[in-house]
């Protein structure tokens, strides 16, 4: 775990492993018992069992809020990508939770900074936010752009 910056509250972090990953999950999932993010059915299992795979998981940041009771309450995962259309170095917003209010704008904004010391890329992309006007706008203003997902079910 790298400690990113200190806070009255606690500390924010980069998960370095796949286990701190986990452990980070299983705190936040305990705290919020996520069932939905952004209006998608959200499976902490399949996103955990996902990541497990050590060549998935490089391709992924893991930020999380850690509190002086030593429980992750929030955390972001950004994911690295290529767009072939542009020839753009991508850079995702996957997931972000928050049970601390007060550490959740610094998480992103101080993970952000992190990655940016560390990760060049070219476009910020943001997940469906849905009918969230408020997250809508809070992405605009960063000029993130929207990720369009398009999914086509095929019966057999």
């Known amino acids: 775990m790298q400690k990113i910056v200190k806070t009255g509250l606690g500390f924010i972090f980069k998960a370095e492993t796949i286990e701190e990953f986990s452990k980070g999950l299983d705190d936040v999932y305990e705290k919020t018992q996520l069932d939905t993010h952004n209006g998608l059915p959200f499976n902490k299992n399949c996103l955990e069992s996902h990541l497990s795979n050590p060549e998935i998981f490089k391709n992924f940041f893991a930020y999380g809020f850690m509190n002086h009771d030593n429980k992750v309450t929030a955390g972001i995962i950004w994911q690295k990508g290529f767009d072939y259309t542009t020839k753009s170095k991508t850079l995702a917003a996957v997931l972000w939770v928050s049970e601390e209010k007060k550490a959740s704008l610094s998480l992103?904004?101080?993970?952000?900074?992190?990655i940016e010391s560390i990760y060049k890329y070219d476009v910020l992309i943001c997940g469906n936010s849905f009918d969230n006007e408020?997250?809508?706008?809070?992405?605009?203003?960063?000029?993130?752009k929207k990720l369009n997902i398009f999914y086509k079910n095929i019966n057999q």
């Open 108 to 114: 992103f904004k101080k993970s952000l900074e992190h």
């Open 134 to 144: 408020k997250l809508e706008k809070f992405y605009k203003r960063l000029n993130f």
